[in-house]
Nanobody, 125 residues
């Protein structure tokens, strides 16, 4: 199995940017489709972005499309989420997750078997 640790969150004003990182250990990252999910205060966890094993395909939630970019560096066993033009509604805990059996990029959280502990992102207005 794989262990995932997110980093890079914090507090930023609306319009600002963050880059989140997800470092994997235990197994090589290229074995997994990877995704980022988020959970806002009082909300259900929701899909944000996903990337195929070799990084050739990505998919995004409509709410983040054009502002967020997911990428991966399999040599460094790390996945990234670049977040630009942040809005207060982007506030939440961001989770990195690994899907060992997904065929391609997936927005279905039940396909993700391994999850990180999450990193808080707070966007002030």
């Amino acid at each position: 199995q794989v262990q995932l640790v997110e980093s890079g969150g914090g507090l930023v004003q609306a319009g600002g940017s963050f880059r989140l990182s997800c470092a994997a250990s235990g197994r090589i990252l290229s074995s997994y489709v990877m995704g980022w999910f988020r959970q806002g205060p009082g909300k259900e966890r929701e899909f944000a972005a996903t990337i195929s094993r070799r990084g050739l395909s990505t998919a995004y939630a409509d709410s983040v499309k054009g502002r967020f970019t997911i990428s991966r560096d399999n040599a460094k066993n790390t996945v990234y989420l670049q977040m630009n033009s942040l809005k207060p509604e982007d506030t939440g805990v961001y989770y990195c997750a690994a899907a060992p059996r997904a065929i391609g990029p997936s927005d279905r959280d039940y396909e993700y078997s391994y999850w990180g502990q999450g990193t808080q992102v707070t966007v002030s207005s």
